[in-house]
């Protein structure tokens, strides 16, 4: 059978799901190339299988759970938490050694954790902080959709930007006709962050619906973005009044690859301003569910046409100097996973000791 090429570390922490997306009934999803069943135990916590039955191959998704074990919807095999299988109705003994393959999982509201590789590498590592989402300061929505395009064009994407004014014109101030290049870029040998100081402008349809601030003033406004480990990036656009309050819209994605040529994105939106405004999360929702749209659209047809080996192959531009960043940490995770001499980034260690310090002095408005 011909082997795919592939270009994701598996030694990582990649978002499976969403809490609430593993309730009564086991959720079936491909991850990395493999099919996963997760489901909850009446005891709360939540175990990931291969999802495929010890027996006949059946999908465990069409399964249910009992109690703390889950029960083949086939012929009933019935698994334990550890993958081992304890009972099976036609017959008296289970045979030696019959078990489903377990993955391990850590459960950090709003995400689900899963760990592909070996079980033992994940021990003692954790998935990167996830900033804004649990903070009371902030108010946070979520969505999901997916995205027929490897995962690194996605990232990619994320982190070139300087398509704003030409993919999302009407989403971005009319005076910014053209993205600047970035005030900084901030490399680790695992994270890279950039940041971006944009002409003043005036607000658009959703800055001024969503902070409820006077369209008549010109407004500073800035935005940036974190490669956070080949699962996450982050991303803020924040807009400062001229009396120093900062208001600013975030997005978390965890973006874990599916197969090759497709990728999960599950999204978590923060605002530090008119929390409990059902109206504003509302708002903010539709705007961002058309971006999504739009960049899902374009990151589809590029796919489509070219690849990513087409992709990556194109020239670069000044702007894409984070994004090949990102590329190139992703690259020495591959060389280390097969066992090849990695070529080190070879960029300074970001000495500021964060990811996103423009957003330190960010002020939480009501």
Not at 25 to 53: H, M, Q, Y
Not at 232 to 243: F, G, K, L, S
Not at 329 to 340: C, F, P, Q
Request: charged share 20%.
């Amino acid at each position: 059978m011909k082997t795919v090429k592939t270009n994701y570390p598996i030694k990582c922490w990649y978002v499976a799901a969403t809490c609430d997306e593993i309730a009564e009934s086991p959720l079936g999803r491909r991850l990395l190339g493999k099919d996963i069943v997760l489901w909850r135990g009446a005891g709360g916590g939540v175990t990931a299988f291969e999802n495929r039955c010890a027996h006949r191959a059946f999908p465990l998704s069409h399964s249910t759970v009992d109690g703390d074990r889950l029960v083949c919807g086939y012929h009933g095999c019935t698994y334990d938490a550890t993958g081992k299988c304890v009972h099976i109705p036609s017959q008296p003994q289970v045979p030696t050694g019959m078990r489903v393959r377990v993955f391990p999982i850590l459960e950090q509201p709003p995400f689900i954790w899963i760990w592909l590789g070996q079980p033992t590498a994940a021990a003692g590592s954790q998935p990167p902080h996830v900033p804004w989402i649990n903070d009371p300061a902030w108010t946070t929505f979520a969505s999901a959709w997916q995205v027929n395009a490897n995962y690194m064009m996605v990232h990619e994407h994320y982190l070139d930007f300087s398509y704003a004014p030409i993919l999302h014109r009407h989403d971005v101030p009319a005076e910014i006709v053209s993205m600047p290049a970035f005030n900084d870029v901030e490399v680790t040998e695992t994270t890279v962050s950039y940041t971006r100081l944009l002409p003043d402008g005036h607000l658009t349809d959703w800055h001024a619906d969503a902070t409820g601030l006077d369209r008549a003033p010109m407004y500073k406004h800035r935005e940036g973005g974190t490669f956070a480990s080949p699962a996450v990036h982050y991303q803020y656009w924040a807009i400062e009044t001229a009396d120093g309050d900062v208001y600013t819209t975030t997005r978390v994605h965890g973006i874990t690859p599916e197969t090759e040529n497709s990728s999960h994105v599950f999204m978590q939106s923060s605002r530090n301003y008119r929390h409990d405004n059902d109206a504003v999360t509302q708002r903010l929702r539709s705007f961002l569910d058309d971006v999504a749209q739009r960049d899902t659209s374009i990151l589809e047809m590029a796919s489509n046409h070219s690849g990513y080996d087409g992709w990556r192959g194109g020239v670069e531009f000044q702007a894409d100097a984070a994004a090949l960043r990102a590329r190139r940490i992703v690259g020495v995770m591959l060389a280390k996973e097969a066992g090849r001499s990695a070529i080190r980034p070879g960029l300074a260690p970001n000495t500021r000791g964060n990811l996103l310090s423009p957003l330190q002095s960010v002020t939480a408005r009501d």
